[in-house]
């Protein structure tokens, strides 16, 4: 008795080649990512490679959209590759518009610094840059008042404590952080402490620069930080958030040390009586 085949209906092919090439995107974008953190290669094939990904990404996003139009129209399979893509696609684009929505509102600087009139400098950083950085000078009073109206709460902090153990508490932070320290010296009478770093950001893990500059007061210590992005013309507010947390958690470290009650002096141990003159015992 002959079997009867059941024709199926042909997959779209729109569908099965757009979630390959939105599939094929997240290696791509995990490359840029590893290249970067491992600092393999310069920026600019970093980027060029993660806006490779991006661009599949949405070109999988449009052939998915035709695809389903097709599905609809049609009755062909391919209704979970389509879709598959459509998530892959929005996945990695969800990350870059985020930014590009920040961007707008957002002005176009990259170097924040909580004193605009004399900023901690970048002394050993400034000679690991590499050409196409982002120059170490601070760009002046026209990167300030953008700076005042995006970020008016960026500012020195002004602590109690001495310049010293607002020097430790800064060190234990960075370190917490795990920051790369390129630069360090402890203050010292008529020397300013200073602290220079590398931070990284979440997720693409690019070098930002940062400086930090702890003065001793009368009383107390001014701490004083600059974030600068080594590359790009816009941070996105990283560097300012990164600001505001550093000192944030230096203020609360440093308070916590200033409420430790002081350890009291221990006693001098009395000497040993000498045998000549210990006390004869009664027979």
Known sequence: MPVRRI????????AVWARRIAIFSLPA???????????????????????????????AIVLAALALI????????????????IVIGVALLAYPAYFAVLAYRLPAIADITTDPIDPPRFETIGRLRSRQANPIAYAG???????????????PLDT???AQAAY?????????????????HPPQPGRDGYVEAVARTPIMGFRDDVAVRIRALR?????????????????????????????E???DAASEKAQQPARPAQKAKAPPPQKGNQPSKGR
Not at 71 to 84: E, F, P
Not at 225 to 235: C, I, K, L, M, Q
């Open 249 to 251: 958690q230096i203020d």
């Open 29 to 59: 974008v995990l490359l840029a990512i590893i290249i970067e953190r491992a600092g393999l290669l310069e920026i600019v094939p970093v980027l060029a490679t993660f806006g490779a990904a991006l661009g599949m990404a949405a070109v």
């Open 7 to 14: 024709a199926l209906e042909p997959a779209s092919r729109l």
């Open 70 to 85: 097709g599905i609809w129209r049609h009755g062909t399979d391919g209704l979970g590759a389509a879709l598959t893509a």
């Open 168 to 184: 430790d508490a800064t060190m234990a932070i960075i370190t917490k952080r795990r920051w790369q320290v390129i630069n360090t």
């Open 219 to 247: 009383q107390g210590a001014r701490i004083d930080v600059r974030s600068a992005s080594r590359y790009g013309r816009h941070d996105f507010g990283t560097n300012a958030a990164r600001i505001r947390i550093l000192l």
């Open 141 to 155: 009073l026209y990167a300030a008042e953008q700076q005042r109206r995006a970020y008016p709460d960026i500012g």
């Open 160 to 162: 109690e404590v001495n």
